[in-house]
C-alpha cells in the first residue's frame, strides 16, 4: 500500500504519473480524502514552495510538481463535501488586459490553491469590467492581478479605478504581481499588496485574511 509520504514525494519530484497511481490506490482502500490531500498532495507542494523561495527548485520543476498536485487533488476532490474543504477564503486570479503572459500567474494561482483558497483562474487578456464581472459572480477575498509587460501594467491602476467606480473597491483587496511590478508600484496605484513570487503571493494572501 503506497503511503502518504510517497505521494508527498512524487509530487516534489513533478512525477504525475506515479502521483495518480498512488492517490488512485489510496482512494480505493478507503483513506481519507482530506488525509490524501493535507498530508500527502500539500505536504509535498509545501516543501516545493520552500525549495522554489530558497532557489533550490526552478520554474519548470516547480510547474510539474504543481501538475502532479492538481491531478491528485482532481482525483480526491470529487469525494469531499465542499464543507469539508478547510478553505481559508476565495482568490480571483487573471492576467490584465493586453497580456498573454500567464505562466507565473498560473503558478501563483497553484501556490495559493495548495495554501488552502479556493482560486478562481478567470485567464488572460483580462479587461477591468471582466474582472468587476469576475468580482461580482464569485464574491472573493482577494483579487489578483499580473501583468509581465510595462504597457500593460497601467491595466492594474485602470482596473482598481474602475471597481472603485463600481463600489466594488471596497469588496476585495487587490493585490499585483508580474516582472515588471514593484512594491510602490502596487502603492501607487492603491492596491493592498505585492509579491515577488508565487510562495510569497500564498503567504501575502493568508495574511491578507488573518489566516
Ligand atoms: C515566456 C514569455 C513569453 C511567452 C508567454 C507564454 C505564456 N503562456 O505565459 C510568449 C512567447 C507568448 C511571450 C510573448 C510576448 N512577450 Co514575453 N516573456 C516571456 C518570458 C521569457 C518569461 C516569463 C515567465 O513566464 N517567467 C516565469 C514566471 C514563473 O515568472 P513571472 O511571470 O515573473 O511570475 C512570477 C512573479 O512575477 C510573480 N507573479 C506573477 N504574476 C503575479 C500575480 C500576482 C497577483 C502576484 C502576487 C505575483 C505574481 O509570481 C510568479 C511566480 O513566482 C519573459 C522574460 C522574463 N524574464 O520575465 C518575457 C517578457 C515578459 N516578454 C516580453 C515581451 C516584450 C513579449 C512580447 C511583446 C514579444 C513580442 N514582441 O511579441 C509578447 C507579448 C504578448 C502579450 N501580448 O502578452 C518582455 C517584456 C518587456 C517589458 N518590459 O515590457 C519580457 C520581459 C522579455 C524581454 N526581456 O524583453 N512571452
Redesign the pocket.
Known sequence: MPSLKEIAEGVIKGNEKLVKEKVQVLIDEGTEPLEIINQGLMAGMNVVGER?KNGDMF?PEVMMAARAMSTGIGLVKPLINDSDMLSVGKVV?GTVK????????N??AMMVESAGFEVVNVGIDISSEKFAQAIREHSPDIL???A?????MMQMKETIEHLKSEGLRDKVKV???????TKQFAEEIGAD??????S??AE?CKYLVGA
Do not use: C, E, Q, R
Not at 98 to 105: R, S
Not at 148 to 152: A, E, P, V, Y
Open positions: 522554489f520554474v486570479i493586453g497580456d498573454l503572459h500567464d505562466i507565473g500567474k503558478l501563483v489578483g492581478m499580473s509581465m509587460l510595462t504597457t500593460t493585490i499585483i504581481g508580474g516582472a515588471p511590478v499588496g505585492y509579491s515577488v513570487d508565487a510569497a503571493a501575502l
